[in-house]
Every structure is written in C-alpha cells, then in structure tokens.
Nanobody
Framework: QVQLVESGGGLVQAGDSLRLSCTASGGTTSTYLMAWFRQAPGKERESVAAISGHSTNLYYIASVRDRFTISRDNAKNTVYLQMNNLKPEDTAGYYC????????????????WGQGTQVTVSS
C-alpha cells in the first residue's frame, strides 16, 4: 500500500482558487488510479475527481466539472486538484485515495487514504 499525504487546503472566499496536492510514497504510484474525495459535515463522502495512472482516463463529479482539474506528476509521485471559482458548497474535508484498479468506476475499491485537508469557502 502507498502512503498518501494531502496539503494545500485553507480558508478562501467564494470565487477564489486553491490547489490541493497529494504526495504518495511506498510504491510505484504511476500504476495507481488516484482520486480526490470530499466530505462535508453531515453529508456522505463523495468522489470529486479521479485520474488513471497515465492520465488517459479522467472522471469528475458534475458539480465541479467546469471548475476543477485533476492532474498528476508521476515523477514527483504527486496528484493535484486545481480548484477554481470555489463556492461555499465546496466546503469540506478533501481526501486523496489510491486504487490498484485501472479506471474509475462507482465500484472502485480504494486501497489507501490520506488524512485529509480542510477547504473552507466563505460567501
């Protein structure tokens, strides 16, 4: 299993941008499907975006598709989530996850999770 550490969260105003980073260690990360999830208080965790090992397959939840961009730098073992035009409803803990599956599906099994980074968007 790889170990995942997220960074880049913070408190911003609506319309601002943030870039989250997830750095992996302990494995050949280019073979892993990576994803960002988020969970707001009182709500279920939801998958936000996912990216296959060589960036050929991308997934976004509809509510972020035109505002967020997931990318990865396998040489740095890092996955990014660029978040633009943030909205108060984006407020949540954001978590990075890794899977040995090749492509994202709703039934993807996630093998490793990070501890999360908080994103708070004020109106």
């Amino acid at each position: 299993q790889v170990q995942l550490v997220e960074s880049g969260g913070g408190l911003v105003q609506a319309g601002d941008s943030l870039r989250l980073s997830c750095t992996a260690s302990g494995g050949t990360t280019s073979t892993y499907l990576m994803a960002w999830f988020r969970q707001a208080p009182g709500k279920e965790r939801e998958s936000v975006a996912a990216i296959s090992g060589h960036s050929t397959n991308l997934y976004y939840i509809a509510s972020v598709r035109d505002r967020f961009t997931i990318s990865r730098d396998n040489a740095k073992n890092t996955v990014y989530l660029q978040m633009n035009n943030l909205k108060p409803e984006d407020t949540a803990g954001y978590y990075c996850a890794a899977s040995s599956d090749e492509y994202y599906t709703s039934t993807t099994k996630w093998d490793s999770w990070g501890q999360g980074t908080q994103v708070t968007v004020s109106s």
